[in-house]
């Protein structure tokens, strides 16, 4: 469990970093569900004990390679414009 604990730190810390780094980049694409894991990050970090721990994992594995690939592709279009 603490190792669960850890990971979710980390992600966490993830999350706030790429939402610094990505400040403009929400509304060049309008299409990414970016309220959604800012949303999930703030429950977690603020519902104590009240996070679902079902609701954290049916997202983990439902939600996240969707946005994950989504990142992707605002990564390369950020490149190519590098």
């Given at each position: 469990?603490?190792?669960?604990?850890?990971?979710?730190?980390?992600?966490?810390?993830?999350?706030?970093?790429?939402?610094?780094?990505?400040?403009?980049?929400?509304?060049?694409?309008?299409?990414?569900?970016?309220?959604?894991p800012v949303r999930l990050r703030n429950r977690i970090v603020h519902g104590?004990?009240?996070?679902?721990?079902?609701?954290?994992?049916?997202a983990a594995r439902e939600q996240l390679p969707q946005f994950a690939a989504?990142?992707?592709?605002?990564?390369?279009?950020?490149?190519?414009?590098?």
């Open positions: 469990m603490r190792r669960d604990v850890l990971l979710l730190g980390e992600m966490i810390e993830a999350a706030d970093q790429a939402q610094k780094r990505t400040d403009g980049i929400t509304k060049q694409f309008p299409d990414i569900a970016w309220k959604q104590y004990w009240s996070v679902d721990l079902e609701i954290l994992h049916t989504d990142l992707r592709r605002v990564l390369a279009s950020v490149d190519e414009g590098t």
